[in-house]
């Protein structure tokens, strides 16, 4: 079948697409390449433009993971003279990276849709873990995209500390392409680039803190996105606030996100108490056994750190992944609020009609 979309091809349009699209004779294609609120914005040939969900969308589908998310592609009608298009469906997914809804068995949670690659990335300093990245892969091949492993932070360790991360991913069997990289000394960045190809989508997906924003900010060549500087009191945190769609110069299409607390693969058996054993160690002699080592006193972690035998950076990458684990403990009643949200934009969205 003949392509009818060319001019869609270099937002991440294929023949795929091409042989499920159904969208009605008002309708043109576009794509999600931003989810706010009770907005999206959109991306066609023609370039940005708001949407919200019509009405009669809203009403059947109730569901999270069937409204559409970053990556999507969906049936719009716009008028040149209206604010907003209005979107009336959403074509079937390709790939997707999602996760699983707390306690519910039929919904889960669309972090982005059509991809082709997620990156996975971690750290080589503090961050590096096994258990962790394979439950990433997990997902990653469940939705169905390729993976990519990033190391990023080579600067900061030994060539042989990195030599032995290496070894121990291979020797698990892992066979995704992984790539080491420094931000700072742009070591590894050209064998990155050269991974990327116009019209193809990436997902990058990992820890906050480890330098998914710089390096995408480093491929844009500007400061489009913010990154966070993990200050030394421990205010820096992540400031990717927004997962949006961002074209290359090159011609790819890259997804930051966030964190990874989104990803609900934190929590005790992830591995932050084996990637942390000394400083989980420590804690057994601290004077409080609940002690949460943020200035109780008597606290053996901290006297450890102020005394430069722990370092500083190490003990606050631990405090950070520790709260990204915590948040998602509690992602039942932030799931619960976020339903109260959408209820409310279902009942104004109801009463716009
Ligand atoms: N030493 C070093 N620091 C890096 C590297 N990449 C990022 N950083 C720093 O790590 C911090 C977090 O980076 P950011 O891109 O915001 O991480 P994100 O949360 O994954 O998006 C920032 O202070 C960056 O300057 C790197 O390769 N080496
Ligand atoms: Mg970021
Ligand atoms: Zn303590």
Redesign the pocket.
Known sequence: MKNQHDELNELGWSDWFEQRAECGSTDTLARVAAVDRDQLLLVDQTGHFRAKLAGSYLYRHHLSHELPCVGDWVCVEKQPCDDFGVIHSLLERRTSLRRKSAGNVIDYQMIAANLDYVVI?QSCHFDFNLRRLERYLVMVMDGGAEPYILL?????VEPAALAMQLAEIQSCGITAPIVP????TRDGLDDFSRLLLPGKTYCFV?S????????INQLIGSERLE????SGTGE?R?T?VRRELIRLDGGALVV?NP?MREFGILGAESGIVSSYFDITALGSRCRYRDCSHTGESGCAVLAAVNAGEISREYFENFLKLREESEFNEMSYAEKRKKDRDFGRYLKSAKKDL
């Open positions: 990335v990023t932070k080579t600067d900061l990289l420094s931000n700072v990992g906050s803190g480890v330098g998914k924003t710089t390096l990154t966070a500087a993990v820096g992540h990717t930051d964190g």
